[in-house]
């Protein structure tokens, strides 16, 4: 039997799925597209649902377009729009929040608050970033101060933060893995690119509880 590779490219806007022979040509392939919420000026959300729903009808419509049924799938691959930020419910999978887009503007003045506290060289040496609200650590901080109940609930470990990728993988693998690699760690503003692993350093900055994370 033929073996294939699916590749999902979750993006800003859609979710394209590609089916790929043991050749690496494509033998298959299905887009669907999502909302854009916008619920003032400069805040931009996706529903994680919506997200979801689209990564399995272009599994389906990309699957169906190669003639191949998933038992041929050897491996799949993930890309994704990496600071795109979900808060979820470990035991239903349901997020607490509509995921805060990388391109939200909403924590900008914690980042100002945080510059002028003198945090940003601190975050440069340890993440190679800017203090800037495009990255995930500040919409954590906030999903985690603005949903009521979660900020206590993530400290229990009841609750689950992860990029898309996590967000996707964790569905996929019907809640058995809670992972991320470095290139989607690396732009949450928490990652220290020494150790490969989250900062309690940073994590202390932000009042994140490690607990929330998913293993790097």
């Known amino acids: 039997m033929t073996r294939h590779i699916l590749a999902i490219d979750q993006g800003t806007t859609g979710t394209t799925v590609l089916v790929l022979d043991e050749q690496l040509s494509i033998r298959g392939r299905h887009t669907e597209e999502f909302a854009q919420i916008y619920p ?63 391109q939200c503007r909403r924590t900008a003045d914690r980042c100002a608050e945080l510059k002028k506290g003198g945090y940003e060289p601190l975050f440069r040496d340890r993440t190679g970033l800017v203090l800037d609200a495009y990255f995930s650590g500040t919409k954590l901080e906030w999903l985690l101060d603005h949903v009521e109940g979660a900020r206590a609930r993530a400290e229990k470990g009841q609750l689950a933060f992860g990029t898309i990728d996590t967000f996707l993988v964790w569905h996929l693998t019907g809640g058995a893995a809670h992972v991320t690699d470095a290139s989607n760690a690396s732009r949450t503003l928490m990652m220290d690119l020494q150790t490969g692993d989250w900062s309690d350093e940073l994590l202390a900055v932000l009042r994140v509880p490690r607990e929330v994370l998913p293993a790097v």
């Open 40 to 102: 003032r000026p400069g805040w931009v959300e996706h529903e994680p649902a919506a997200i979801l729903a689209s990564v399995q009808a272009a599994l389906r419509g990309a699957l169906a377009a190669a003639g191949v049924g998933a038992e041929s799938i050897a491996g799949i691959g993930i890309t994704n729009q990496r600071e795109t930020t979900v808060l979820w419910d470990r035991a239903t999978g349901a997020a607490v929040h509509n995921a805060i887009v990388w």
